[in-house]
């Protein structure tokens, strides 16, 4: 049967929607669409039939849209936007009512929509042109990032883009492999690997080796991105990323201009008058326990700097009630949480700068120490003032005579939480509550080692005593074993009431128990006992007395390390991240980060909904078995 076409320019304000139309629209974006009509204009016309509106009075005829719908709307929001004149015309097909919805699934069946990998290739056609990356994106409705990418796209091998045709190449796996422009690389990477090993995350680690991501590098967040390119440096950066995480290939050059920049920063601290300045690009806790430290003087806090504390001190409680307020909310989302921290970060960085500034050093300490400046782990400019190297040893214990003596026996579990946040190691933003809770963990789970293993005990505890009888300046005059004889055990309960639900708790209270019964009920007859006692048996005696002395510390730059590090202590063996240990202490953002950080990220989503008590349970499955430790307990187990 032959239709003779009925063309009619029809006014856009005459056009509505069609019962006819069988495709059912929702209220989506047009934008895109709008942009090709307003530059190109209406390049297909539109399918209409004759439709009664309103009632009475009112009553009119309209024309419904039975084919375009989209581009109906998209003439509306022109007009809105009064880049289309009212009484605007367009180009229309009038079929009748009997034939409307027979012409709307004509129209919409077996209508193939175009392969992505046509339209990368065709912004490429255009740019290639001569149109300007801007132009193609006002013309098209999108922004320029977008075209970026599809012109990305269309720069991957020939090969890898007919695969991508046949679905032998997912879209992300071709991101991913986008991140090098070299063709060959790319068909390497991709046809090299084993099918198992083409995840686009395996995919980026094989083209980006021997390359250090950015944001994940302390020398390339001290020296920065400009700095690094203006010195001729080539980035690689990952468009279809949303954190637009770049690469940094040329690591001798990074070096180079982190020593330079770090050489042009000794120099106001040059003139404080210390012995020596010295720039060090990295500085470890090993290498800083190669120097005894001066100990700085503090002056009292001026009428500003009081002030100040106040404020942050004011803004700190209202944080954290935020944080119990959004903890218990169903509206919480991880934005919140982490808007917080950073604010927390922030008020805590302000709090040490003061404390910092607060600092007086001695002209006689001067005299014998100095200063070494480094890059800390987040890639801020650290100054480490007061370090005396050990061939000026003697002069500083000389001047130390000189002061009022003030000796440490063993740690306090009291140490403060700014050696969390040291210079030199950086650390995790947990409630002071909390990081003693860890530090208690750590305790147990080392006094459980420990009373296992009488040689290194030997070795500790001979370690303890030397430093007593050989006493030697500074503060590597400090052990992990309190030679006060005694034990711990009820601070570490105030610091943490769930260490009896643990396994080092159970460790030690049977061996305890244990000896308990071979000793006798008479205290009295004990020192003819443990005379009368096999050496092997008095040695397993000693290494749980000794043992049960030994305090991990607050923070993470702590004396038990060495200790720790000879006994072999790995706290994935002792500690679980329970709701009572750790998860009902944290934000949920947090929870959310040990999720992710414990291969779990994907779970994170599920919990987001959830109160905090159930976040806390249902993490708590997530990562139970998988190993996952907060940074104050990390240093062992990541050695």
């Excluded at 500085?283 to 001066?294: I, V």
């Excluded at 923070?555 to 706290?571: K, S």
Aim: proline share 4%; net charge negative; aromatic share 4%.
């Amino acid at each position: 049967m032959k239709h003779t076409k009925e063309m009619l320019l029809i006014k856009v304000e005459d056009l509505v929607p069609s019962p006819y139309n069988v495709r059912r629209y929702s209220a989506g974006q047009v934008e895109e669409l709008a942009a090709l009509i307003a530059s190109q204009g209406l390049l297909q016309n539109l399918i209409v039939t004759e439709q009664v509106v309103g009632r009475g009075k009112r009553q009119e005829t309209k024309f419904g849209v039975v084919a375009g719908e989209r581009r109906r709307r998209a003439l509306v929001l022109l007009q809105e936007r009064k880049e289309l004149p009212a009484g605007h015309e367009v180009l229309c097909e009038l079929v009748s009512a009997e034939r409307a919805m027979e012409v709307s699934l004509a129209e919409n069946c077996g209508r193939e929509a175009m392969h992505p990998a046509d339209e990368f290739e065709a912004f490429h056609a255009l740019v290639q042109q001569g149109r300007g990356i801007e132009d193609v994106a006002a013309r098209f409705g999108v922004s320029p990032m977008v075209v970026q990418r599809r012109l990305k796209l269309a720069a991957v091998s020939p090969k890898l883009l007919a695969l991508y045709r046949e679905d032998g190449i997912n879209l992300d796996q071709l991101m991913a492999l986008s991140l090098t422009s070299d063709q060959a690389t790319q068909e390497r990477a991709w046809f090299e690997a084993q099918p198992w090993d083409r995840a686009p995350t395996a995919l980026r680690t094989r083209l980006t080796e021997g390359e250090v991501l950015v944001h994940q590098s302390a020398l390339g967040r001290f020296v920065g991105i400009e700095a690094y390119e203006a010195a001729g440096g080539v980035v690689r950066r990952d468009l279809f990323d949303s954190e637009q995480s770049c690469w940094i290939g040329d690591l001798e050059l990074l070096r180079r201009l982190a020593g330079e920049k770090l050489d042009a920063e000794t120099l106001p601290v040059r003139g404080e008058g210390w012995t020596w300045v010295e720039a060090r690009i990295a500085l470890d806790s090993a290498g800083l326990r190669e120097f005894a430290r001066c100990e700085p003087g503090l002056r009292a806090p001026t009428a500003d700097e009081k002030r100040t504390l106040a404020e942050l001190d004011q803004r700190l409680a209202e944080l954290e009630a935020e944080q119990r307020a959004l903890d218990d909310s169903d509206t919480w989302t991880p934005v919140d949480g982490e808007r917080i921290d950073l604010e927390e970060q922030d008020i805590e960085a302000r709090r040490k700068a003061i404390q910092v500034a607060r600092q007086v050093w001695r002209d006689a300490d001067k005299e014998h120490a100095g200063v070494i400046v480094t890059i800390g782990r987040d890639g801020a400019l650290e100054v480490i003032r007061g370090l005396v190297r050990q061939s000026d040893r003697r002069a500083a214990k000389s001047v130390a005579r000189g002061e009022p003596a003030r000796k440490r026996v063993g740690v306090d579990m009291d140490e403060t939480v700014a050696a969390v946040r040291s210079p030199v190691e950086g650390g995790a933003p947990y409630s002071e509550t909390l990081l003693r809770r860890l530090a208690a963990h750590r305790t147990v789970a080392l006094q459980a080692v420990l009373a296992q293993d009488t040689a290194t005990v030997l070795v500790a505890l001979t370690h303890a005593l030397a430093l007593q009888v050989f006493e030697r300046y500074g503060l590597e005059a400090r052990s992990a074993l309190q030679l006060s004889a005694k034990p711990p055990r009820h601070d570490l309960l105030r610091a943490a009431d769930d260490l009896p639900a643990g396994r080092a708790w159970a460790a030690l209270e049977a061996r305890r128990a244990a000896w308990l019964e071979k000793l006798p009920q008479a205290e009295g007859e004990w020192l003819a006992s443990l005379a009368a006692m096999p050496q092997a048996e008095l040695l397993d005696l000693l290494a749980l007395c000794a043992a049960s002395l030994a305090l991990v510390p607050t923070g993470v730059a702590r004396a038990a390390d060495g200790l720790e590090r000879l006994a072999g202590l790995d706290m994935r063996q002792w500690w679980e991240p329970t709701p009572e240990a750790f998860l009902n202490h944290v934000s949920k953002a947090q929870i959310a980060e040990a999720l992710k950080e414990g291969g779990a990220g994907h779970e994170a989503a599920d919990g987001a909904a959830m109160k905090k008590g159930e976040l806390a349970a249902f993490a708590a499955g997530k990562l139970a078995g998988k190993g996952w430790l907060p940074v104050p307990l990390q240093a062992v187990a990541c050695a």
